[in-house]
């Protein structure tokens, strides 16, 4: 199967699974929720803006933990892991398709999350330019990759707990590097990529003017190389992923014992399996079965 082909089989899978609609719907109603409250809150403009912008950084973890994690169970229930494991030659293929089709749907929440906001909120007071929300949406989407590929992995590998656990924990470390707690930290924390680099694009100022930040250009630069790491990391990891729960099998470690291997093979091919085992063990021949 060509690598479009992949892609189009999993947007075709779209349409018998919610993933199409959460992603529409929850910035929906977060722009229904914010714009109708600031519509009569009295606070500043751009504090307003900035709020925002807080919220949708500090969201992203919990939503993309939560949708990788139906992204793996889903796969589980259709056949334990099998449409992802047996429909191409490199198994890193079909995972790579999965994983743009999932950024693509986040690109998409995010602009309509960005954008809506923009165009309501600039109908109520003067908002930040334009150019500003367009940038802020690269932002959020270019801040996004690393988490999807390190919630895909702790999702297939580990399971949905640990996935929404560690999204949930996230959530709270990018508010608290908001803050002063995270100075001369948030580099080395990706979780705190966006909401940091937001805030520095939409201008934090003190009587005027703009606060630097120092370590403005190392987030940069770890931002855009751990995130291009954890991708190339994450398709080699799935090459070499063996998968045991195919076979009903319960993974603890590289062994497993000859008695499960005896159990895991078919009636019609244990004897063939014994004997090779013992053609190996008693003559020191190849195990080629």
């Not at 793996?72 to 056949?79: I, L, M, Q």
């Not at 293929?93 to 693509?104: G, P, R, W």
């Not at 799935?238 to 729960?245: G, H, L, S, Y």
């Amino acid at each position: 199967m060509k690598f479009k082909n992949l892609l189009i089989t999993d947007i075709m899978k779209l349409k018998s699974t919610p993933f199409l609609w959460v992603h529409l719907l929850a910035p929906i109603l977060a722009l229904i929720v914010f714009l109708s409250y600031f519509s009569v809150s009295t606070w500043d403009p751009i504090m307003k803006q900035k709020t925002y912008m807080t919220a949708m950084c500090m969201a992203f973890p919990v939503l993309i933990a939560v949708i990788t994690s139906m992204v793996a169970e889903n796969e589980y229930a259709a056949g334990n892991y099998q449409n992802l494991l047996g429909t191409y030659d490199k198994k890193w293929s079909s995972l790579l398709s999965k994983y743009l089709v999932l950024v693509a749907l986040g690109g998409l929440s995010t602009l309509i999350g960005v954008m809506g906001f923009y165009l309501g909120f600039s109908q109520m007071t003067l908002a930040l330019p334009l150019i500003t929300y367009v940038v802020l949406t690269f932002i959020l989407i270019g801040c996004s990759l690393f988490l999807y590929a390190f919630h895909l992995f702790l999702s297939l590998r580990f399971s949905k707990s640990v996935s929404i656990g560690i999204g949930i924990f996230e959530a709270l470390i990018a508010a608290l590097f908001r803050t002063g707690m995270g100075d001369g930290r948030w580099p080395f924390f990706p979780c705190s990529w966006s909401i940091r680099f937001t805030w520095f694009t939409m201008m934090q100022k003190n009587n005027g003017m703009v606060i630097p930040d120092p370590l403005m250009g190392q987030g940069v630069a770890l931002c855009v190389g751990v995130t291009m790491l954890s991708i190339l990391m994450l398709m080699v990891w799935f090459e070499n992923w063996e998968a045991f729960n195919i076979y009903g099998i319960a993974y603890n470690g590289i062994y497993i014992s000859l008695e499960l291997t005896r159990k895991s093979v078919l009636p019609e091919y244990r004897e063939k399996l014994d004997n090779a085992l013992h053609d190996l063990i008693a003559q020191n021949g190849n195990y080629n079965i």
